[in-house]
């Protein structure tokens, strides 16, 4: 993890911890409090805007340290939005329909604008057309379900922002997995911030966070995980690995609507069943230990998003147990109905105990069960086996793949720099998990800081030329020594390229004679040099690399400078 991304997570918790009390006594006079209901458990008068001085955190952060592009100016005006949305609520407690219209405008503003949205999704018999416009839809269903899960487990002091930030931590780390150095910056910017408020709203909370505040963060946590976090570019690697991360607040939000549905409630009544209530007043733990029991689910969950990169089948098993374990306490719990107990049931066929459930005394199945225990019992065997024999094959299937001979296209140049050797141990990783996003970011990576490194160069030789577009290779020495490459003769001290972000990774409209028919994309990159490079007159240069997707391989075609 580079310095610049855990300094932007230091910055935006300090700036988070000097505005949160200040925000705090404003909201206190302006009367902007966290009214009572039958729902609330706090007491006293606490400031319900904590979320104003996160989002402020967050957009300073954004403007000290990230370059902005289409993406990221829709995800910030989607979140301004958004938070609008929560703010106003906060004042004057705004109806549903109105808060649903808000979240809906801000979803279609990183579609539309951004074109952030599902990718990968296709159905099979059906128009290209038709697969886009169902995943638009799936789309704002994910943005608008995801920013109002967060908003349910806003429930007790310092759950929803100690979630928000594990939960951010594990995109920030998944990413930098892949190189993605663009989300896990953005994440942990918005962690940060959340960090300096969960200073003052761990218990006893001395402010909330209110619609403003939660909204947005869900909203946040729900465009990045759009983002990739660097996974190939399908619709179950996109979706995927967030709903496992998220999977407390999707399953207290999923259940809260099958049990308000079963009792007949509209989904928009308080009530106390959720996970937390569960927690703190059926089993009596207190506000502090159901805080940290729900953070603790929260690590195994996003254990299970980041094992799944490098054990699949350990990460599916903790999966299973958790989803288990999950399911007993909520039939244990009474958190959809007191007659749900369909797995304490079935359990208690072996146990035979007195406090749970039997099935014996549901008439229907009684006659059934007298007759068939052994059966039931070879069956539940029968499906355990199998589907874990399922589970070993298939990992032993996607193991074999990479055990076959894949050819490294890509040349390694003699005299590298040990930025550009961690560079190509990234592209060979990229290139044997068959991440092509992830491949095309490094070979443009490796390109530029070969080509912008003479420290290592003998006379004649011409940095990153090897990844050159072969029909254009001669084209290209000729302009690199009638530029950058006739400064190679003096005696100037040229310092190396010790630092790379990509900036943005899209596709170009650009594109060769003859061969329009392929795919050509401009990735953006940003170089730091060891020290001010005497021939740009700069420490940081940026210049976008266009590439040509031909025969399962990429090559560089074009350079601009985008340092005007």
């Avoid at 610049?4 to 009367?31: A, D």
């Amino acid at each position: 993890m580079s310095l610049e991304i855990c300094l932007s997570f230091v910055v935006t918790f300090v700036l988070s911890l000097i505005l949160v009390p200040i925000v705090g006594k404003v909201s206190k006079k302006l009367g902007i409090i966290a009214h009572t209901n039958k729902r609330t458990i706090h007491k006293g008068i606490i400031a319900r805007t904590g979320g104003y001085a996160i989002y402020m955190s967050f957009l300073i952060g954004t403007m000290i340290f990230l370059k902005t592009d289409t993406q990221i100016n829709a995800i910030l005006i989607g979140g301004f939005i958004i938070f609008l949305t929560g703010f106003y609520d906060d004042i004057h407690d705004l109806s549903p329909k109105l808060k649903m219209l808000g979240q809906v405008i801000a979803a279609l503003v990183v579609i539309i604008y951004g074109d952030i949205v599902l990718k990968g999704f296709t159905l099979p018999f059906l128009p290209e057309s038709v697969s886009y416009i169902l995943a638009i839809i799936i789309t704002i269903l994910w943005i608008v379900g995801i920013s109002n899960a967060i908003n349910l487990i806003d429930g007790l002091d310092g759950l929803c922002a100690g979630i928000s930030i594990i939960v951010l931590v594990t995109i920030s780390l998944t990413s930098l997995t892949y190189g993605r150095t663009d989300i896990s910056s953005l994440s942990l910017l918005l962690a940060g911030a959340i960090g300096g408020f969960l200073v003052y709203n761990f218990h006893p909370a001395s402010i909330f966070l209110g619609d403003c505040g939660a909204l947005f963060i869900g909203f946040m946590i729900a465009v990045i995980s759009l983002l990739g976090f660097g996974y190939k570019s399908s619709s179950f690697f996109t979706l995927g690995a967030p709903i496992v991360v998220l999977m407390v607040p999707i399953m207290d939000t999923f259940i809260a609507i099958i049990r308000r549905k079963v009792h007949h409630k509209s989904f928009s009544e308080a009530d106390r069943n959720h996970l937390h209530h569960k927690l703190m007043f059926s089993l009596e733990l207190g506000q502090t230990k159901s805080v940290l029991i729900l953070y603790a689910v929260t690590v195994l969950f996003s254990l299970c998003s980041y094992l799944y990169l490098f054990d699949k089948v350990a990460a599916t098993i903790l999966f299973i147990a958790l989803m288990v374990l999950f399911e007993l306490f909520v039939e244990a719990t009474n958190m959809i109905d007191r007659k749900y107990k369909p797995l304490l049931t079935i359990l208690n066929i072996f146990i035979k105990s007195e406090y749970l459930p039997s099935i014996k005394d549901t008439k229907p199945y009684q006659r059934i069960i007298q007759k068939a225990k052994k059966k039931y019992a070879v069956i539940l065997v029968l499906v355990i086996g199998i589907v874990f024999s399922m589970v070993f094959v298939l990992n032993h299937e996607e193991k074999a793949i990479p055990q076959k001979t894949i050819t490294i296209e890509y040349v390694e140049s003699q005299n590298e720099t040990s930025l550009m050797s961690d560079i190509y141990n990234q592209l060979v990783t990229a290139i044997n998990r068959g991440d092509k996003t992830a491949e095309r970011q490094l070979v443009a990576a490796y390109f530029v800081s070969d080509y912008y490194t003479l420290s290592n160069k003998e006379n004649g030789e011409i940095g990153g030329i090897d990844y050159f577009y072969a029909e254009k290779k001669d084209d290209f020495t000729a302009y690199a020594r009638n530029e950058y490459y006739k400064e190679i003769q003096t005696d100037i001290n040229l310092p190396e390229v010790i630092r790379y972000d990509i900036l943005s990774n899209v596709v170009s409209y650009k594109a060769l004679s003859g061969l329009e028919d392929y795919s050509y994309y401009d990735v953006k990159v940003q170089m730091t040099f060891k020290e001010i490079n005497p021939i740009l007159d700069t420490l940081q240069y940026t210049t976008t690399v266009t590439l040509i997707e031909k025969d399962q391989k990429f090559s560089v075609v074009a350079m601009e400078n985008d340092n005007g």
